[in-house]
């Protein structure tokens, strides 16, 4: 019988929630362990909900506003997989999915901008428009 590298990776995570929950059940007790992953389910399940909820309001707001579909959809796919992992029972994949909701709101690197005479930096949402009028001259 073969194992793919999926599979002994999913079997390696298994045995590290089992581990964890063993270890956290001997410390703090059953009780705190089963009212620790009913939490983590129950947050689970409302998280996936609230991804969800609205999915095609958000894509047709995104597309109203220029924005780009697919950074939409990776904010709610995001969302999507920390709801997931903390409906899988485990402290570990808890952990990991708290890390992935906090990590979400972190502002991103802005690309550098060309600095020097006659190039001014342009602001985050692209080069401005400057209003006025003009009078042609020949």
């Known amino acids: ?7 002994i990776i999913a079997v390696a995570i298994l045995a590290l929630e089992i581990v964890g929950m063993t ?4 410390r ?5 362990m089963l009212f620790g992953l009913l ?3 129950g ?13 095609a309001a ?10 780009h579909p697919l950074a939409m959809l ?3 796919g995001r969302h999507f997989l920390a709801g997931l992992l903390l409906l899988f029972p485990g402290f570990f994949s808890d952990a990991l999915a708290l890390l992935i909701l906090v990590t979400a709101g ?3 690197r802005m690309p550098s901008t060309p600095s020097g005479p006659g190039s001014a930096p342009h602001p985050p949402g692209g080069p401005t428009i400057i209003e006025g009028e003009y009078r042609r001259e020949d």
Request: no cysteine; proline share 2%; glycine share 16%.
């Open 74 to 76: 990776w904010r709610v």
């Open 106 to 108: 972190w502002p991103r």
């Open 43 to 55: 947050l689970g399940i409302s998280l996936l909900r609230a991804a969800g909820q609205g999915l």
């Open 39 to 41: 939490l983590g389910f």
């Open 1 to 7: 019988m073969r194992f793919s590298g999926l599979g």
């Open 28 to 32: 703090f007790g059953v009780l705190w």
């Open 58 to 67: 958000q894509l047709m707001g995104a597309m109203q506003h220029n924005a």
């Open 23 to 26: 270890v956290f059940a001997a």
